[in-house]
DNA sequence: TTAATTTGGTTTATATTGTAAACTAGTTTA
DNA sequence: TAAACTAGTTTACAATATAAACCAAATTAA
């Protein structure tokens, strides 16, 4: 069987990625829009993908606010790729 | 967002209706042959996607055996075809 | 000036879900 | 008649997801 990455195999995962793979990087806040999570639940899924090097996180200061931006990786990308292989040959696509 | 139905993204449950959208019926049998998975993660897979009637399921007998074949519904077809529509949008493709 | 609210997040408690091991019930084979 | 096989189901435990609660600092309102 192919199986689906597990890692990227749900929703807001999915679509964090999805989405920074159409984007140079995006900020935590641009995230919270496109994705409509609440922040725990991004933050969790975040650090999610960071941990398996999925996406780079850059935190940095915004004026005095603390600002968080992610990008997809090279590894990501592959991952993300194999993901979509995979569900397009189970949903027969 | 267009939510992904939570019932179809589960590898297995998508694994067995996307089969089942491919075929008149199938037992048991060949469904643990397709799926690759196990009896008792096979079973209650089939019983979930039952519930919701994605998928009817029959039970006779083949000789002295029992013989459990499965068929999706209208309602499975659409279900199926709504969360193809989602996941393809999802994922840009 | 100090209390309340907002920004930009993180932590964590709980609920939900997934899964394989253990079980059931009967059949066949040795 | 005991062992092994067929065809599943039940269930206990592990893993996961998620929102509520929290945090630190900044801003605004009274």
């Not at 793979?21 to 641009?30: G, L, N, Q």
């Not at 915004?62 to 931006?69: A, D, V």
């Not at 790729?81 to 040959?89: G, R």
Request: glycine residues 4%; charged residues 25%; hydrophobic residues 40%.
């Amino acid at each position: 069987m192919n199986k689906l990455d597990p890692l990227l195999h749900q929703e807001l995962r999915l679509a964090i990625i999805s989405f920074l793979a159409t984007v140079e990087r995006a900020d935590f806040k641009k995230l919270l829009e496109v994705t409509e999570a609440t922040k725990g639940n991004l933050s969790v899924q975040i650090s999610k993908l960071q941990d398996a090097k999925y996406i780079k996180v850059t935190k940095t200061f915004k004026g005095k606010y603390p600002h968080t931006q992610c990008a997809i990786t090279p590894t990501g990308s592959k991952a993300l790729e194999a993901y979509v292989m995979a569900i397009k040959n189970l949903l027969n696509l």
